[in-house]
């Protein structure tokens, strides 16, 4: 049998012949498509989590060498101290005192401290460690999310930029490890950074989002007040924005939304007054945190930019972050909303964008700028302007590169090359920041009265890295201090003399009741004094972070930053009821001022002021300090007894009386 075929037959067969392998061309075609998109989509996701990684190792290794607890990082210890104690959250018992800026930094000190039952020095230097490489993981992972536009239309690499230029910074790894709450404010930021983007990109954001990122923009006000600027716009966005489509109403959603919200910042707030009888910390009222030194906020926002040449990678970002999102505005198209809604509606939907959440972080880090400079700024470099900077780098912890692919002339294009050369001048620039040091004056106070307090109590303390308190007594005068405390058993309080070269100490009445006396410390290192004796000795300092009195003096207005009050001893000779004559009194001391300071400290509203967080805790004292507690924080009296004997309207003891004619 034979298998004949006609031209016809062959014409079709030759047809589906072709037609068939086309569609083999193409199937490999996409295949290969296929293949390129996944390895390029596998490249992008291993740069980016190895960006993360070398970012976060290069932190930690940093932040490592220089580790430290500063002397206000044991002031945190002190009062955790107590709490474990039980005396309560204080500085000393007794007394209710809110020496730290942030109560939440304070408890979560307490609670890994009484988990772990290990010494405290090491659970600050561990947990600040921990939250400040979160915090750096989150912004890059929230930066990741923010581009991921431009990662999903093209291969895209996603190299770590703002996040090397805030780890590069010196003070940044100083307060790594410092023991100060800036670890946690700056993790509470990238935290919050991350949830709001989750919840403005997402399509149907659920309800728990919604109430998760609110409860933690309420945070905002016990992580640090100052946080309250970028806190309460989070929430305030949250509340305007569309809700999610739930059973429940709108209305009830916003109103859990505002329960969830408040409830740690209102509820601490209403405990904070009654308890310590002032609507902020103590740390507040002596530093003067409402008072304005615009210059001294200059040189030190300056302080921070001039040595480092910060201004440069700031600019490099912010110009190619510009020309990126142009370019994709010309690509995409601007999103039209439908000219029947209003503005209201325009404004809620734009709330819940990726735009808002940019705005709200980096506007909410230039408010708290100007606020920093408003106060004056700090006496400790750059401490006070990280979580600022870490604001302001957030959107670009990660820089997007469009890879060139499949045409040799789009390596040329500016989508390419102006990324890669804004990386390559960041990571330029980091790798001589990290290198630099700002630090002039050594061991010693600079004229502006700004210091870079990790390397002033590197050298002054004779230790590369003080970390534990016994650290600190090679710190001058320490070891003295314990000397007189221990050669004084019946009690008394130790002034430090006016050349700060030695203790005088101030003995106590007659008759010593059993068990002596007790001691007070007066001096204005509160964390080393304090870390270093026993609970039972009372510290309290001239400035008055652990000392009303003292914090509720004017302010003195051409003193150093941060330290510019300074209340004479010879209040606390009268405060303390320590014997006020001569031989006994400190040589220096004046008798005639000491008995003009009695007279001041009758005076009835400084009496209500020293009841407020004196007087035993009654539900009637609770209730009076929180009605008063407006009034105590704006109270002030005048240093030199004399003059707030007259503000007084009080009965000079000193003053002869008149002659009769």
Known sequence: MSLS?????????????????????????????????????????????????????????????????????????????????GNGPVFNAGERVETNTSAAWTYVIWFFGWVSDARLEY?????????????VVFAMVGSARLWRPFTATAPTLLLPAGALVYIAVPPARDYATSGLENCLVIFWLGVLWWLLLRWSQDEKPGLAQLLVAGFWAGLCWVVRPEMTVIGGLALLMLFCAPVPRTRLRPVLIRALLVAVGGAVPVGYQIWRMGYYGLPYPNTAVAKEAGGAKWGQGLKYLWDLIGPYYLWIPLLILVVVTAVLLRGRRRTTGATVVAAEAGRWVRLRRWLRSPAAVV?????????????????????????????????????????????????????????????????????????????????????????SGIVDERIYYVLNSGHDHPVL????LDYPRMRAMLQDI??????????????????????????????????????????????????????????????????HTDRLADGRIGHDKNLYPDWVIVDTGMVDQHPWMPWFLDEKWVRQARTALSCPATQDLLASYRAPLTWDRFKHNVIQSLHFAKYRIDRVPKYEIQRCRLVDPTTPPPVPN
């Open 469 to 472: 308190a016994e650290d600190y």
């Open 123 to 135: 659970v600050s230097l561990f947990v600040a460690l921990t939250l400040s490489l979160l915090a």
């Open 359 to 447: 705005t709200l972080m980096v506007g909410g880090g230039l408010l708290l700028v100007l606020f920093n400079m408003r106060v004056g700024g700090d006496f400790m470099h750059g401490r006070m302007l990280l979580p600022q900077l870490f604001c302001l780098l957030l959107p670009v912890s990660v820089l997007p590169v469009r890879l060139p692919v499949g045409d040799r002339s789009a390596w040329l294009r500016w989508s390419f090359a102006l990324p890669l050369i804004a990386w390559l001048g960041t990571a330029g620039w980091a790798l001589f920041a990290a290198n630099t040091t700002a630090d002039t004056s050594g061991g010693q106070i600079s004229a």
């Open 5 to 85: 075929i006609s031209p016809d037959e062959m014409l079709v067969a030759g047809d589906e012949h072709g037609e068939g392998a086309d569609a083999e061309s193409s199937d490999r075609a996409l295949q290969r498509d296929g293949d390129a998109a996944r390895r390029f989509s596998v490249l992008s996701r291993t740069v980016f989590v190895g960006g993360v990684l070398v970012t976060v190792a290069l932190f930690g290794i940093g932040a490592w060498q220089r580790r430290w607890i500063a002397d206000d990082g044991l002031i945190v210890l002190r009062t955790v101290r107590n709490l474990l104690a």
């Open 486 to 551: 221990a050669a004084t058993p019946d009690g008394g309080l130790l002034i430090n003399s006016p050349s700060f070269m030695m203790w005088y100490v101030a003995p106590p009445p007659l008759p010593i009741p059993p068990g002596g006396y007790g001691h007070t410390v007066y001096f204005l290192n509160l964390g080393m004094t304090s870390m270093n004796v026993p609970l039972s000795v009372r510290v309290i300092d001239q400035e008055g972070l652990a000392y009303p009195l003292a914090a």
